[in-house]
T-cell receptor, first 115, second 110 residues
Framework: EAGVAQSPRYKIIEKRQSVAFWCNPI?????LYWYQQILGQGPKLLIQ????????DSQLPKDRFSAERLKGVDSTLKIQPAKLEDSAVYLC?????????????FGDGTRLSIL | QKEVEQDPGPLSVPEGAIVSLNCTYS??????FMWYRQYSRKGPELLMY????GNKEDGRFTAQVDKSSKYISLFIRDSQPSDSATYLC??????????FGAGTILRVKS
């Protein structure tokens, strides 16, 4: 079974520029999550999708971050404009249906550096 | 106060030692408890998944949950250099939104 795929692996941009990340979940997984992991910290949930609908985006900085999951499969996360504090690894995870008894499986992330 | 507290280490042990990793938490509503292993420049890999209190064993790994004390543990027996990684505890009320600890860096020396 192929795992969660993310691209690009690394991205370097200047502050105030925009950037987008892409995620392809495990085949058949209805639930998709985006997490932000700042160096030295554990991942923090940004947004959760169930199929193509948003379940939880309470911790997403909506003035600069946006995410979509068209057709309930792939997802993109965008930052516009980027700030220095957005330097982090952005992890995508998926699970079959979400909720209890449904472990989340993570991709290897996109490492974002803001200059 | 953070919802989940985890000693960042690093924890350095000789090969073959028993390793004990721990997390404490403040939210009594947490029901799902997980341990993830994260190698450098890789994503978290699920090691153990438990619901409510009790013990769970899988090979060299044992997870314990004590909800009365709001304390969870991961034990690694016969530790190997390949176990060197960051270990993240994670918890959830519903099984959806995971709240992670900061991670403990483990180094197993041969």
């Amino acid at each position: 079974e192929a795992g969660v795929a993310q691209s690009p692996r690394y991205k370097i941009i200047e502050k105030r520029q925009s950037v987008a990340f892409w995620c392809n979940p495990i085949s058949g997984h209805a639930t998709l999550y985006w997490y932000q992991q700042i160096l030295g910290q554990g991942p923090k949930l940004l947004i959760q999708f169930q199929n193509n609908g948003v379940v939880d985006d309470s911790q997403l900085p909506k003035d600069r971050f946006s995410a979509e999951r068209l057709k309930g499969v792939d997802s993109t996360l965008k930052i516009q404009p980027a700030k220095l504090e957005d330097s982090a690894v952005y992890l995508c995870a998926s699970s079959p249906q979400g909720g209890g008894g449904q472990p989340q499986h993570f991709g290897d992330g996109t490492r974002l550096s803001i200059l | 106060q953070k919802e989940v507290e985890q000693d960042p280490g690093p924890l350095s042990v000789p090969e073959g030692a028993i390793v004990s990793l721990n997390c404490t938490y403040s939210n009594s509503a947490f029901q799902y408890f997980m341990w993830y292993r994260q190698y450098s420049r890789k994503g978290p890999e699920l090691l153990m998944y438990t619901y409510s209190s009790g013990n769970k064993e899988d090979g060299r790994f044992t997870a314990q949950v004590d909800k009365s004390s709001k304390y969870i543990s991961l034990f690694i027996r016969d530790s190997q250099p390949s176990d060197s990684a960051t270990y993240l505890c994670a918890m959830s009320v519903t099984g959806n939104k995971l709240v992670f600890g900061a991670g403990t860096i483990l180094r197993v020396k041969s």
